[in-house]
């Protein structure tokens, strides 16, 4: 192969909106750095609202195996960890600034969110989470 056909688009604008790969960092515990990624494929970030967004996540919970021990984690906030080529937060298992990037209105679509392929985003208790801000601090050490 040679260095002409490799493309220097970027692979986040490389793939349409129409069929995105999206990375949902499921949030159980802060404290305990306690989450599991989902891999969402062939997503329409034009038409998926943010609404249907958790309601596929929270589908994949109830019905795959493997998430078992999430089940009973209440979900309810989405917020943008980062996007493909973007900085990433120094925390591990969510950042903390910028809570403008929580997508608080369920029927806006992804896109308008601001998501391009292989975005990330973290899924979450708010309630968990607004108390973590408070007191940062992980257990996971001791």
Request: charged fraction near 30%; glycine fraction near 2%.
């Given at each position: 192969m040679s260095s002409d056909?490799i493309?220097?688009?970027p692979?986040?604008?490389?793939?349409?909106?129409?069929?995105?790969?999206l990375?949902v960092r499921?949030?159980?515990?802060f404290?305990?750095?306690?989450?599991k990624?989902?891999?969402?494929?062939?997503?329409?970030?034009?038409?998926?609202t943010v609404?249907?967004l958790?309601?596929?996540?929270?589908?994949a919970i109830?019905?795959?195996?493997?998430?078992?021990?999430?089940r009973?984690t209440?979900?309810?906030?989405?917020?943008?960890?980062?996007?493909a080529h973007?900085?990433?937060t120094?925390?591990?298992?969510?950042?903390?600034?910028?809570?403008?990037?929580?997508?608080?209105?369920e029927?806006?679509?992804?896109?308008?969110m601001?998501l391009?392929?292989?975005?990330?985003?973290?899924?979450?208790?708010?309630e968990?989470y607004?108390?973590f801000?408070?007191?940062?601090?992980?257990?996971?050490e001791?």
């Amino acid at each position: 192969m040679s260095s002409d056909d490799i493309s220097d688009v970027p692979v986040n604008l490389a793939v349409p909106k129409t069929d995105a790969t999206l990375t949902v960092r499921v949030i159980k515990s802060f404290e305990y750095r306690t989450e599991k990624s989902l891999v969402l494929h062939h997503v329409n970030l034009e038409t998926t609202t943010v609404g249907q967004l958790k309601d596929a996540v929270r589908q994949a919970i109830q019905t795959q195996a493997a998430w078992k021990p999430y089940r009973n984690t209440t979900l309810d906030t989405i917020k943008l960890y980062t996007k493909a080529h973007g900085a990433k937060t120094t925390n591990l298992i969510i950042n903390l600034d910028h809570d403008e990037w929580i997508f608080e209105d369920e029927s806006k679509t992804l896109a308008e969110m601001g998501l391009e392929n292989e975005s990330e985003v973290s899924f979450f208790n708010r309630e968990a989470y607004e108390e973590f801000k408070k007191h940062p601090d992980t257990k996971w050490e001791s």
